[in-house]
């Protein structure tokens, strides 16, 4: 069974960039494809992107393309995702998953306020 | 950007009921469609995988149906523990996207 431990909340100021990780557990972060996915206050689920270990890719969803980076930790497990230029409306909650959503992590709250 | 269209937004429900919600693809996504709840203050729970394949621990009253364009996630006997938003989620072609989310409510 695959667990996802994310960090704690972060509190940002507009044009700054956020480092959010995601811990994984009962499996090598290297033999999985992780996701991040993000949930604006009251709204539904937006895909950021992904790293697939089997193909050595990291794909991005256009509109973050440029501003957002999947980069993965081997010899900590740990994978993470680093949000530039930060605006207000990247206030939200952002979440790691595994392939087709079968593992979450516990969600990680990026507030982004001048 | 294959865009995901579920139907309806919002569902009150009385206990028992069954409770259907739709997913529609903008263009054929074969079987590569997943059903999630999520409650509030929780992160997604993944419900039924690839269309209809049931997921260990998941009650048996939860089923999912359908190919190519149109999807649908059924709830046979709705209790209480049930009220929830559901959202689709396409992973067959790159931008992954989610469909809008059905809030199902409890009467």
């Known amino acids: 069974q695959v667990e996802l431990v994310q960090s704690g909340a972060e509190v940002k100021t507009p044009g700054a960039s956020v480092k959010v990780s995601c811990k994984v557990s009962?499996?090598?972060?290297?033999?999985?494809?992780i996701h991040w996915v993000r949930q604006a206050p009251g709204k539904g689920l937006e895909w950021l992107g992904s790293?697939?270990?089997?193909?050595?890719?990291?794909i991005y969803a256009p509109r973050f393309q440029g501003r957002v980076t999947m980069t993965e930790d081997p010899s900590t497990d740990t994978a993470y995702m680093e949000l530039s230029s930060l605006r207000s409306e990247d206030t939200a909650l952002y979440f790691c998953?595994?392939?087709?959503?079968?593992?979450w992590g516990q969600g990680t709250l990026v507030t982004v306020s001048s | 950007e294959i865009v995901l269209t579920q139907s309806p937004d919002f569902q009150s429900v009385t206990p028992k009921e069954r409770v259907t919600i739709t997913c529609r693809a903008s263009q054929s996504i074969g079987s590569s469609l997943h059903w999630f709840q999520q409650k509030p203050g929780q992160s997604p729970k993944l419900l039924i995988t690839y269309a209809s394949q049931s997921i260990s621990g998941v009650p048996s009253r939860f089923s999912g149906s359908g190919s190519g364009t149109d999807f649908t996630l059924t709830i046979n006997g709705l209790e209480t523990e049930d009220a929830a938003a559901y959202y689709c989620h396409q992973t067959s072609s790159s931008p992954l996207t989610f469909g809008g989310g059905t809030k199902v409510e409890i009467k």
């Open positions: 009962g499996h090598r972060v290297t033999q999985l494809a």
């Open positions: 998953t595994t392939e087709a959503g079968h593992s």
């Open positions: 790293f697939d270990p089997e193909d050595d890719e990291t």
